[in-house]
């Protein structure tokens, strides 16, 4: 979305996998300049070479998303053990923290000011069974999004969250796109737009706020999530 608009991108990822290769050729496609990175930014020395990196290739850095989640089962409460609480918090907090520190760095040496946006979640805001470890983290970004604000007031940084409600992100066929959205039918009668979410809303929050149109929002977590908040948790049956 950002390159469709214009944007020069990098792309990173912890592996070379093919959703990593379908977004390079989508934005190759659109003939904008971009840089490929493979990093685990939850270690600091990986983090680093990717910036780094970009920074050969690009020269300067706008706009930062942060996006990256440690994917696994989240385990009930009385389960949890310090290896997962490490990974999930590693790879969706600490690596969310210290990519911006590091972006906003570059942004302020610029002087020209510049845009961070982090993914968060509905998590952030209401408890899910087995979802202790993810919620907290999530949290811990939208308040991240308030002292950032702050912190950065003075180099024109503006930061924010986009927390994305019920998202098809599932990896599908060209075959099988016709059905994105219709994974959660449980949840629809919670959902005011009766739909599921597609990758294409997150990406449009995104937009909006890398862009002159969000100028004017700063240290706010915008949720997307088609009014699901505003009503009941659905059950999965």
Same mark, same amino acid.
């Given at each position: 979305?950002?390159?469709?608009?214009?944007?020069?991108?990098?792309?990173?990822?912890?592996?070379?996998?093919d959703?990593?290769?379908?977004? *390079?050729?989508?934005?190759?496609?659109?003939?904008?300049?971009?840089?490929w990175?493979?990093?685990?930014?939850?270690?600091?020395?990986?983090?680093?070479? *990717?910036?780094?990196?970009?920074?050969?290739? /690009?020269?300067?850095?706008?706009?930062?998303?942060?996006?990256?989640?440690?994917?696994?089962?989240?385990?009930?409460?009385?389960?949890?053990?310090?290896?997962? %609480?490490?990974?999930?918090?590693? /790879?969706?907090?600490?690596?969310?923290?210290?990519?911006?520190?590091?972006?906003?760095?570059?942004?302020?040496?610029? @002087?020209?000011?510049?845009?961070?946006?982090?993914?968060?979640?509905?998590?952030?805001?209401?408890? %899910?069974?087995?979802?202790?470890?993810?919620?907290?983290?999530?949290?811990?970004?939208?308040? *991240?999004?308030?002292?950032?604000?702050?912190?950065?007031?003075?180099?024109?940084?503006?930061?924010?969250?986009?927390?994305? @409600?019920?998202?098809?992100s &599932?990896?599908?066929?060209l075959?099988?796109?016709?059905? &994105?959205?219709?994974?959660?039918?449980?949840?629809?009668?919670?959902?005011?737009?009766?739909?599921?979410?597609?990758?294409?809303?997150?990406?449009?929050?995104?937009?909006?706020?890398?862009?002159? *149109?969000?100028?004017?929002?700063? @240290?706010?977590t915008?949720?997307?999530?088609?009014?699901?908040?505003?009503?009941?948790?659905?059950?999965?049956?």
């Amino acid at each position: 979305k950002l390159a469709s608009a214009g944007a020069d991108v990098g792309i990173n990822d912890i592996e070379r996998d093919d959703e990593a290769e379908r977004t *390079m050729a989508a934005v190759a496609r659109l003939d904008r300049k971009f840089s490929w990175h493979q990093a685990d930014i939850g270690d600091s020395t990986q983090r680093e070479q *990717m910036f780094d990196e970009f920074l050969d290739v /690009h020269g300067r850095i706008d706009i930062l998303v942060n996006n990256a989640v440690g994917s696994r089962p989240s385990p009930h409460f009385l389960e949890i053990d310090e290896e997962y %609480w490490d990974h999930l918090t590693r /790879h969706a907090l600490k690596g969310y923290v210290f990519c911006s520190q590091r972006a906003a760095k570059e942004m302020a040496r610029q @002087g020209d000011g510049g845009k961070i946006v982090s993914i968060s979640s509905v998590h952030s805001y209401r408890a %899910w069974p087995h979802d202790a470890v993810y919620g907290i983290v999530k949290a811990g970004l939208n308040r *991240m999004a308030l002292s950032l604000a702050v912190d950065l007031a003075d180099y024109n940084i503006n930061v924010n969250c986009v927390a994305p @409600g019920y998202i098809d992100s &599932r990896v599908l066929t060209l075959e099988e796109e016709n059905t &994105r959205g219709d994974h959660v039918p449980y949840a629809i009668p919670s959902i005011p737009s009766r739909r599921g979410g597609v990758p294409a809303d997150i990406a449009n929050a995104v937009l909006f706020l890398s862009s002159p *149109m969000g100028s004017y929002v700063n @240290g706010q977590t915008i949720t997307v999530d088609g009014g699901f908040l505003s009503g009941g948790t659905p059950t999965e049956d």
